[in-house]
């Protein structure tokens, strides 16, 4: 059973930046691609950016493209989002997914993480 936990989140200032991490265990060989999605209060979960299983295929939202970039390191089976000039529209819990179809819905998910905190202070 794969099992997805997060880390990184935390506050941080308008301008600031974080890094999330997600490490991945036990099967990790059947996910095709490694998501990162936002859930702010009061709104429905939404895509942030995606990694297919080797690294060489990147997908982002608008809304984060120049900010964010996500990477993995599959020696260490995690996948990181460098998250920069943060702004408070990107206070959210965020998560980890890990899809073995496609990547841009959450309901094409088959794993998620536990999810991790990110306040933007104005």
């Known amino acids: 059973q794969v099992q997805l936990v997060e880390s990184g989140g935390g506050l941080v200032q308008a301008g600031g930046s974080l890094r999330l991490s997600c490490a991945a265990s036990?099967?990790?060989?059947?996910?095709?691609?490694m998501g990162w999605f936002r859930q702010a209060p009061g709104k429905e979960r939404e895509f942030v950016a995606a990694?297919?299983?080797?690294?060489?295929?990147?997908y982002y939202a608008d809304s984060v493209k120049g900010r964010f970039a996500i990477s993995r390191d599959n020696a260490k089976n995690t996948v990181y989002l460098q998250m920069n000039s943060l702004n408070s529209e990107d206070t959210a819990v965020y998560y980890c997914?890990?899809?073995?179809?496609?990547?841009?819905?959450?309901?094409?998910?088959?794993?998620w993480g536990q999810g991790t905190q990110v306040t933007v202070s104005s």
């Open positions: 997914g890990g899809s073995q179809r496609t990547y841009r819905y959450t309901d094409m998910y088959d794993y």
């Open positions: 036990g099967g990790t060989f059947s996910i095709l691609f």
């Open positions: 990694i297919n299983w080797n690294g060489n295929t990147v």
